[in-house]
């Protein structure tokens, strides 16, 4: 199981960029820390997830 | 009649008490973005006796920022950054204030940051947030980061809140009111969450957190 901002998916073995257009993510938009640390987005598709990883995928949205 | 520096710590101290204030003073806070958000955040963290601020931003004070961004009718057209500068200065006459006018990029980035502590994100376009979150959550992964999203619209303030996502960024905000899907931006809002940041900076200083 892959935690993913709080909720379990049986989801173990994916590949990162895959994960993040499936759940229809703009990767322009957002951070990713896998265990507490930051993934840079030219490793988006070279990253598995594995079980067990605690993942916080952060939206940006704009104002300020 | 400005009060000396002497007497300006001394009732910093009397507010915060000598240890916290001396944490406070020796800090260095950047806040990369000057708009609702950054010129919010950069008055609150003056009058808590920060010592020292580095602010930046490439654009100059336009006549619709003045609904929610800490400057005056007179400073139309300049720079941001002095002219913030320059606000701040009259809040707080000895802080140090180090400003950049240019837009921050994955390049300059050091130039504008390596010194801070804590770093403020607070830019206006959901990409430029998350380039800047990267790049300092990649270059610096031990400094502090402190960003916002969701705050614009007419809806609940009690909606903004401060998420820790990891040991060392956290998040403010409602996370989804976008401003070009909501009415806009209103001052109270946008401050609520610059307020929300702030204080997460003097909670950090203070290992509050």
Redesign the interface.
């Known amino acids: 199981m892959v935690k993913i901002n709080g909720t379990q998916f049986d989801i173990s073995s994916t590949i990162l960029s895959d994960y993040l257009r499936q759940a229809d993510y703009d990767t322009k938009t957002i951070a990713v820390e896998i265990n507490e640390e930051i993934v840079p987005k030219s490793l988006y598709d070279k990253t598995v997830l594995n079980d067990g990883d605690v993942v916080e995928i952060v939206n940006f949205v704009g104002g300020g | 009649m400005i009060p000396t520096k002497e007497e300006l710590q001394k009732a910093f101290e009397e507010r915060h008490g000598k240890e916290l204030q001396k944490l406070f003073a020796d800090a260095v806070v950047a806040v990369c973005?000057l708009?609702?958000?950054?010129s919010n955040i950069a008055v609150s963290l003056a009058r808590a006796g920060i010592g020292k601020l580095i602010i930046a931003d490439f654009d100059k004070v336009d006549i619709t920022n003045l609904h929610r961004q800490q400057y005056k009718a007179n400073q139309i057209g300049e720079y941001k950054a002095n002219a913030l500068k320059q606000n701040l200065q009259e809040i707080s006459p000895y802080i140090e204030i180090e400003e950049h006018i240019t837009k921050i990029t994955e390049e300059n980035i050091s130039d504008i940051v390596g010194e801070a502590d804590i770093i403020c994100e607070?830019?206006?376009?959901?990409?430029e947030?998350?380039v800047l979150?990267?790049a300092v959550?990649?270059k610096y992964?031990d400094k502090y980061l402190v960003?916002?999203?969701?705050?614009?619209g007419i809806g609940s303030p009690n909606l903004i809140t401060t998420r820790r996502?990891?040991?060392h960024?956290y998040?403010c905000g409602d996370?989804?009111?976008?401003?070009?899907s909501?009415n806009g931006?209103f001052a109270p809002r946008?401050m609520l969450c610059a307020a929300h940041q702030a204080q997460t900076v003097l909670r950090i200083l203070a290992n509050a957190e």
């Open positions: 973005g708009g609702g958000l950054g607070a830019f206006d376009k959901a990409s947030k998350s979150v990267n959550s990649e992964p960003a916002a999203s969701g705050m614009a996502v990891t040991k960024f998040l996370g989804v009111s976008d401003v070009d909501t931006l946008v």
